[in-house]
């Protein structure tokens, strides 16, 4: 550590973020009397681990300036306000039929000045600024209808995995932090979406055909008692939760990057919260944008 | 509360401290005589600062368990180090003090010509003189009567009072049989006292090796929750939340220690007072929220932990 709590007394906030922090005693989770102090202080420690995932990718904001239980809108365009030292991304959105004004979170800063904004949640899109139309990572979606529960999940994620390692990939898990499963594949640059869909799909047809209650099909994706693979969300401007970002929940869970081994029954989204994932140890998707495979 | 009655009835290490206090009795008798010691008000902060200075004990008498006595002294526990300023005339520095002041003709009236009062309607008393008044005054028995042993945990702290130290007045035996027997059985001795004006429910546990006695409110003091309304309709939480809520709570439990709340407001009233002294000007800064301290601590820790990478 550079300094000790004695020099803490001596400097002061603004010398260690460009952000003016504001209404840290506002409460952001009806349970645990969770604070956005608390949301600041939990995304400025795992900024180590978030950052380095965020860099470059076009976020989606979802706020809500009343906590969970108040209004709450996504933010895809940078706001006004927004300060110099948030890099912006500029494109074209067809379905805005306009120019949008991405966040990168490419520092600090912006990480902090994104809580700030009571943006519990932080979602990513699957390619970098630059490369829209090519995935960088492939995402399996799993999530249960009930009365199916998150054990069943687990189950249908597990055998996900073994499909991929029999294809000689390496996937990563986290928890989506509401009911379901991530299930990522990093990818080398230079597929295009429609391509990372198919394999997607693919796995999917061949796990539903043999596994009971996977679906591999949209139509069928709502039925209760089944989990559907949802290969939909590998589609260009799609977005999902960023690894350690919170969810809007009672809970205060969190999108929770697991080890495999530790994705076993009896697990649950909601033990990943805003408490206990800061005295977790280990960072099980570390070097997942090294690890970069071909299908 | 019935009292005790006889020591066949107390547990086996008690009936011996009977014993034990009747054998040191007999060398040399009880000294309290009521009368001829100063009676001194439990609550009067005058008795307790005199008690403070001069270490003297300010009541001594014994605590009495059906035919038992275990002699002891009483000595104030609580030091009540709340930081106070004195209150002074801006225009010549000098200290104020509090007068009973005539609310009629606005005089000043000296101790001598007051007399009691109780207010029967809005501006109408029922006079009282001194002696009409020491019927209802309980007798000072130099006694601390126990009626009956209750498990510790069992007391809740709301109707704890004032704490104070009983140290053993020549019949140590007979206290550590109390203090040993209390402990390995996790009970405290419920009962009373009786002070000049006002008897009050006490329980005596034993802390640290000591007997403490705590002087009690009465249950007509303390006001009962569910005089709020509100409190019989709240819903059952949800399972899920309560799960959540709990872990939180396991996530944060921990050993109590005092010393972790140290008096924050002295100490900075202490570090202003120095600095005054030291001939400094005092000028306010807009001080950052608490949690501002905390968060600039991980701020620091994860720029130095980035810087690295």
Known sequence: MVSGPDSLERISIDNLTRVRLTRLDKAMYPAGLITKGDVLMYYIRVAPLLLPFLRNRPLTLHRFPDGVEGEDFFEKDAPPGTPDFVDIFTRFSDTAGRDVHFILCNNLDTLIWIANLASLEIHTTLSTAGSSESPDLLLFDLDPEPPLQFDDVIDIAQIVREHLEDAGLQPYVKTSGKKGVHIVVPLVPGYRFREAREFVHGIGREIARTTPHAVSEFPRSRDPGTIFIDYLQNVHGKTMAAPYSL????????????????????????????????????????????????? | MKPARDSDTLPVPLARAAKNAARVAGKKPAPAVPGKKEETDLLSPDDREHAEKTGRPFWSGSITIGLINVPVRLYTMVRDRAFTFRLLHRADGQPLRYDRVCSRDGIVIPWADTVKGYEVRKGEFLVFEPDELKGAVPESSQKIRIDKFVSYLSLDPVYFENSYLLIPDWSEEAYSLLVAALQELGRAAAGTITLRTKEHPVVVHVYDGALVLTTLRHADEVMQPHSFAILPTLSVPKESELALAKRIIRDLSGDFSINDYPDRYREAIFALIDRKLAGEKIVYEEP??????????????????????
Do not use: C, Y
């Open chain 1, 247 to 295: 969810r809007a929940t009672a809970g205060a869970s969190v999108s929770a990057p697991l080890r495999w081994e530790e994705l076993r029954h009896g697990v649950r989204p909601e033990d990943f919260n805003i408490k206990t994932m800061l005295s977790r140890h280990e960072d099980p998707w570390r070097g997942i944008l090294e690890a970069r495979q071909r299908l």
């Open chain 2, 288 to 309: 950052h929220p608490g949690e501002a301290k905390e968060l600039m601590q991980a701020l620091q820790e994860t720029i130095a932990t980035l810087a690295r990478k």
